[in-house]
Structure formats: C-alpha cells, structure tokens
C-alpha cells in the first residue's frame, strides 16, 4: 500500500510560483519504479492531467502548463516536485498526486492510476 501527501498549495497572484511537493510512504515505495503525475480538478470540471514523470524519468506535460511547469524528482525517492511559474488564474483548481505503473501511450489516462493523495488547493488571483 502507498500513501500519498501532497504540500506547498495555497494562494498566489497571477505570475507567481508556486512548489507542490509529493511525498510517498508504505511498503518501500521507490519513485524510480512508478509513474508519478499530477491532475488537478477546477470546480465543475473533469480532473484532467497537468504533467507526469515516468519511471525511466522521461516527462511529459498538458499543453496549458508546457514551459510554466517543470515535473521533477526529489532529493529522495519517495519525493516528486512540480514547479509552477508563470501561474494564470486558469489554474486555480485542487491538485492531486497519483502514481501507478501505467504504460507509456496511456501515462495521461487518470484510470491507470492506482494510488491518489487527497489533494492542495492552489488558488491564483488576477
């Protein structure tokens, strides 16, 4: 089992950065043997993906955070950081940390993904 925490939400102007952290603990959890992506959830919508890390560490992003966005590996194994510059009022939704072992043509599909934190709210006023 793998638990998820996600951290370093929390309000901001527009063109600010922020730092959301995933840290993972159970078993001996390994973030160079999973996917680790982030989705993240607006009011009213769909959660949809925002980027992902593979396990041979290739990264792959949502055209609305491309060059604004870097997805990236801790210090230590059990940690994955999102860097948000440049950030828009668009992106103003709760984010979530997922991780699973989802195949390379379907790292973006939500489905695949096995094991979820509960979600930081980053909100970005204009």
């Known amino acids: 089992q793998v638990q998820l925490v996600e951290s370093g939400g929390g309000p901001v102007q527009a063109g600010g950065s922020l730092r959301l952290s995933c840290t993972a603990s159970g078993s001996t959890f390994n973030s160079y043997e999973y996917a680790v992506a982030w989705f993240r959830q607006a009011p009213g919508k769909e959660r949809e993906f925002v980027a992902v890390i593979s396990r041979s560490s290739r990264t792959y992003y949502a055209d609305s955070v491309k060059d604004r966005f870097t997805i990236s590996r801790g210090n230590v194994r059990t940690t994955v950081v999102l860097q948000m510059d440049a950030l828009k009022a668009e992106d103003t939704a709760v984010y979530y940390c997922?991780?699973?072992?989802?195949?390379?043509?379907?790292?973006?599909?939500?489905?695949?993904?096995?094991?979820w934190g509960q979600g930081t709210q980053v909100t970005v006023s204009s």
């Open positions: 997922a991780t699973g072992r989802p195949i390379l043509s379907s790292i973006r599909d939500r489905n695949l993904y096995s094991y």
